[in-house]
């Protein structure tokens, strides 16, 4: 199994940026896959960005060039670095792993984009 933690999330100003982290809770050489998604109210959970044990990374359109996704497989931690957020990124940010050919999500932290 896997524990994910995440932390980060807070009250932002648009323009602004953040940087979340998503604290595994085994060492991140066996997880080969590693994602963001993040939920708004209302609306269905949607994939931010991705990154593979190769680090081969995958972002949404909506957040090309924005956001940075990366993992510190020394510190079993993975990141997501925001900039330039917007109103519309806000939603609740879930870190996801998929080991052993199962999904394993953390419980989320908010991110509200607002002046």
């Known amino acids: 199994q896997v524990q994910l933690v995440e932390s980060g999330g807070g009250l932002v100003q648009p323009g602004g940026s953040l940087r979340l982290s998503c604290a595994a809770s085994?060492?991140?050489?066996?997880?080969?896959?590693l994602a963001w998604h993040r939920q708004a109210p209302g609306k269905p959970r949607e994939l931010v960005a991705s990154?593979?044990?190769?680090?081969?990374?995958n972002y949404a359109d909506s957040v090309k060039g924005r956001f940075t996704i990366s993992r510190d497989n020394a510190k079993n931690t993975l990141y997501l670095q925001m900039n330039g957020l917007k109103p519309e990124d806000t939603a609740v940010y879930f870190c996801?792993?998929?080991?052993?050919?199962?999904?394993?999500w953390g419980q989320g932290t908010q991110v509200t984009v607002s002046s």
């Open positions: 996801r792993a998929i080991y052993n050919y199962q999904n394993y």
């Open positions: 085994r060492s991140m050489f066996s997880i080969r896959f």
């Open positions: 990154i593979g044990s190769g680090d081969s990374t």
